[in-house]
């Protein structure tokens, strides 16, 4: 039992800057993609991945967020009353999707902070972070992929894809020896480098499995790029210590922090939806021949 992971931190402190004006008054994460907010399509991935407890870590003005987890008897009184029985029947199912920890980070000190305020909720167990900003559509949840490989290994992972070299200057990168084509034993880490010194093309976004001993690791790490007390330095230091190994996931990440990959995400879940496709097919096609005349 000792190895099973059963809680998943997700750190949603941030104010959401890069999505003004929308943020200005509701949390980002809360923001739909066609009709489900950011949030819950993370919580699904992780209680999907057989996750029971969310461990949030969250702000002022972030209420929205746990309320959105939680029962809403007037809403559902409301739709039963109405005959919408499912529609009843979807809130309800929110509020029972996994329990939900919120922890307030007082002061925005970057994300290794955000994991280590989840310190007293996680305590000496293995956990997974999921970030709000990255939503990957898999067969198999990715952050269940990176479970198989902890247990298996009984070692720290953390979820890669390849990105090309002009943008290794916006994530986490890893270097190491593979093990096999889509594993790797982590040697190094490495914030956001300038392509030039980064140490290879393998771009983490925002999925580890991590033992707790990366809450001592966090605590002696120094703040680094921005200022800020960066995961990815933590884990530098995991890496030296322990074991830490890197899994190509199966899956397409979108990245819904960014104008366009939230556009792309909204197309691509829309696309995919029976009760929408041939509408949206339509509606593309139109505005593609607007633009055409
Ligand atoms: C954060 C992490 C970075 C990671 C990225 C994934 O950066 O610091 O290591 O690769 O998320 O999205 P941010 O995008 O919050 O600047």
Same mark, same amino acid.
């Given at each position: 039992?000792?190895?099973?992971?059963?809680?998943?931190?997700?750190?949603?402190?941030?104010?959401? %800057? +890069? *999505?003004?004006?929308?943020?200005?008054?509701?949390?980002?994460?809360?923001? @739909?993609?066609?009709?489900?907010?950011?949030?819950?399509?993370?919580?699904?991935?992780?209680?999907?991945?057989?996750?029971?407890?969310?461990?949030?870590?969250?702000?002022?003005?972030?209420?929205?967020?746990?309320?959105?987890?939680? *029962?809403?008897?007037?809403?559902?009184?409301?739709?039963?009353?109405?005959?919408?029985?499912?529609?009843?029947?979807?809130?309800?199912?929110?509020?029972?999707?996994?329990?939900? =920890?919120?922890?307030?980070?007082?002061?925005?000190?970057?994300?290794?902070?955000?994991?280590?305020?989840?310190?007293?909720?996680?305590?000496?167990?293995?956990?997974?972070?999921?970030?709000?900003?990255?939503?990957?559509?898999?067969?198999?949840?990715?952050?269940?992929?990176?479970?198989?490989?902890?247990?298996?290994?009984?070692?720290?992972?953390?979820?890669?894809?390849?990105?090309?070299?002009?943008?290794?200057?916006?994530?986490?990168?890893?270097?190491?020896?593979?093990?096999? %084509?889509? %594993?790797?034993?982590?040697?190094?880490?490495?914030?956001?480098?300038? @392509?030039?010194?980064? @140490?290879?093309?393998?771009?983490?976004?925002?999925?580890?499995?991590?033992?707790?001993?990366?809450?001592?690791?966090?605590?002696?790490?120094?703040?680094? +790029?921005?200022?800020? =007390?960066?995961? %990815?330095?933590?884990?530098?230091?995991?890496?030296?210590?322990?074991?830490?190994?890197?899994?190509?996931?199966?899956?397409?990440?979108?990245?819904?922090?960014?104008?366009?990959?939230?556009?792309?995400?909204?197309?691509?879940?829309?696309?995919? +939806?029976?009760?929408?496709?041939?509408?949206?097919?339509?509606?593309?096609?139109?505005?593609?021949?607007?633009? +055409?005349?």
């Amino acid at each position: 039992m000792k190895n099973i992971v059963r809680t998943a931190v997700i750190p949603a402190a941030g104010l959401g %800057t +890069r *999505f003004l004006p929308a943020t200005k008054s509701i949390p980002k994460e809360m923001i @739909p993609i066609v009709d489900v907010p950011m949030i819950q399509h993370i919580v699904e991935e992780a209680a999907r991945s057989g996750v029971t407890r969310v461990v949030l870590i969250t702000a002022r003005h972030k209420e929205a967020i746990e309320n959105h987890f939680d *029962f809403n008897p007037e809403l559902e009184a409301f739709l039963d009353d109405k005959g919408k029985k499912e529609l009843a029947e979807l809130s309800r199912s929110l509020g029972r999707l996994c329990q939900v =920890i919120a922890i307030r980070q007082k002061n925005p000190m970057g994300l290794g902070h955000a994991v280590l305020c989840a310190e007293p909720a996680v305590g000496s167990e293995p956990f997974a972070v999921l970030l709000g900003d990255d939503l990957i559509d898999s067969d198999v949840p990715c952050t269940q992929q990176l479970m198989d490989i902890y247990q298996r290994e009984s070692a720290s992972v953390v979820g890669v894809m390849q990105v090309p070299p002009s943008e290794v200057n916006k994530y986490g990168i890893i270097g190491g020896k593979p093990i096999n %084509t889509k %594993t790797w034993h982590v040697q190094q880490l490495v914030e956001k480098p300038a @392509p030039e010194s980064s @140490p290879s093309c393998w771009a983490i976004p925002g999925r580890y499995v991590l033992e707790p001993q990366v809450f001592d690791c966090i605590k002696r790490t120094k703040p680094g +790029r921005g200022g800020e =007390i960066q995961l %990815t330095d933590a884990l530098q230091l995991l890496a030296q210590e322990r074991r830490l190994l890197a899994y190509a996931f199966d899956g397409v990440r979108y990245d819904t922090g960014d104008r366009l990959g939230f556009i792309d995400a909204t197309l691509a879940f829309a696309l995919k +939806r029976s009760d929408l496709r041939s509408g949206v097919v339509v509606l593309l096609q139109k505005h593609l021949n607007k633009n +055409r005349n």
